[in-house]
């Protein structure tokens, strides 16, 4: 894919043109049901559902990182909290998540385009998790070739749910109180009122979606004028938690957003933004 600026738009448009064409209400619906699994059967899922993945992972903008999709997966990855406490997997597959930090979009642009594969996953029937913090970032690194500028922000276990999840599992979501949403007021500090129904129904998508330790730290605002409609995804507070960038969790509520406002039929694409500003929808 043609290298682009890293101040380039960013836009799940691109993946309108494919022939077998997107269908933004199946990714509205995973979205609403995805979370976040741990568990898996060990069988590898079908291959031609792997390929589909790459496929898709291959036409995301190349300025918002890139996201590897291994088969099989030989190496045990995941390392879990305190002597492998609350560890993810084993799982027969695997998502890398690299993020492109000289001129591309950074931790945004990687949130971004890991979630659209994993939107994409949830609707094949495969299970995923954000993996941010604990992961072996060398046994990773040799599952690919990273090029200069790269680094692995995150990964995910992939395969089939296991119809059981393990005791760590079920630990680790009363601890992460994962199921556990902001209100909407919370997340629109001014306010919804007047606002048109695609970016409230950008802000319910986007609720939804996965942040480590589940700290949801996304807040939105509209601006109007120049005859267009932004939505603008911005922190919660500057200051990082967790040595996992907060904005990796806003490029993640991005894609949620775009997705909403596809499926509500508002075309769009992201503008860069800087400071506690992470990015706006600006709805054509
Ligand atoms: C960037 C990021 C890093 C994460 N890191 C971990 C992790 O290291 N271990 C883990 O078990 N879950 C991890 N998670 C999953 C979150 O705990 C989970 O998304 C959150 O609790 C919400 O739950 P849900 O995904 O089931 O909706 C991470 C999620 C994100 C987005």
Redesign the pocket.
């Known amino acids: 894919m043609a290298a682009e600026d890293g101040t380039a738009q960013l836009s799940l448009g691109v993946l309108e043109t494919a022939a077998d064409g997107l269908r933004w209400n199946e990714w509205y619906r995973a979205a609403e049901k ?3 699994i ?1 568990t898996f059967l060990p069988d590898q899922p079908e291959e031609v559902l792997l390929r589909g993945l790459r496929k898709l992972a291959e036409r995301l903008p190349a300025s918002a990182g890139r996201v590897e999709v291994i088969s099989r997966l030989d190496v045990d990855i995941f390392t879990g909290i305190v002597g492998g406490y ?1 560890k ?1 997997g084993p799982s027969p597959s695997a998502m890398l998540f690299v993020e492109e930090s000289t001129g591309g979009w950074g931790p945004s642009g990687i ?1 971004y385009a890991g979630e659209a594969v994993v939107l994409e996953a949830t609707r094949l029937g495969l299970g995923t ?7 072996d970032p060398v046994l990773a690194a040799g599952l690919l070739e990273l090029r200069d500028g790269e680094r692995i922000a ?1 990964v995910s276990p992939l395969g089939i749910p296991a119809a059981r999840r393990s005791l760590g599992e079920r630990t ?2 009363a601890m ?4 556990k949403r902001k209100t909407v007021g919370e997340l629109t500090p001014e306010g919804i009122e007047n606002w048109p129904d695609w970016a409230r129904a950008a802000v319910d998508l986007a609720r ?1 979606a ?5 700290r949801q730290p996304w807040r939105f605002s509209m601006e109007s004028g120049a005859g267009c409609e932004r939505l603008v995804v911005r922190l919660d507070e500057p200051k990082d938690t967790y040595r ?1 960038p907060k904005r ?2 806003c490029g ?1 509520a991005m894609a949620h957003v775009e997705v909403a406002a596809r499926a509500a039929g508002k075309q769009g694409y992201w503008e860069r933004r800087t400071g506690q500003d992470v990015a706006a929808f600006v709805a054509d």
């Not at 992460?176 to 199921?179: E, F, N, V």
């Open positions: 995805r979370h976040s741990r609350g993810v949130g998790c954000w993996v941010g913090g604990f992961f995150a680790l979501k992460a109180r994962s199921h939804l996965p942040s480590a330790v589940n996992i990796l969790d993640i």
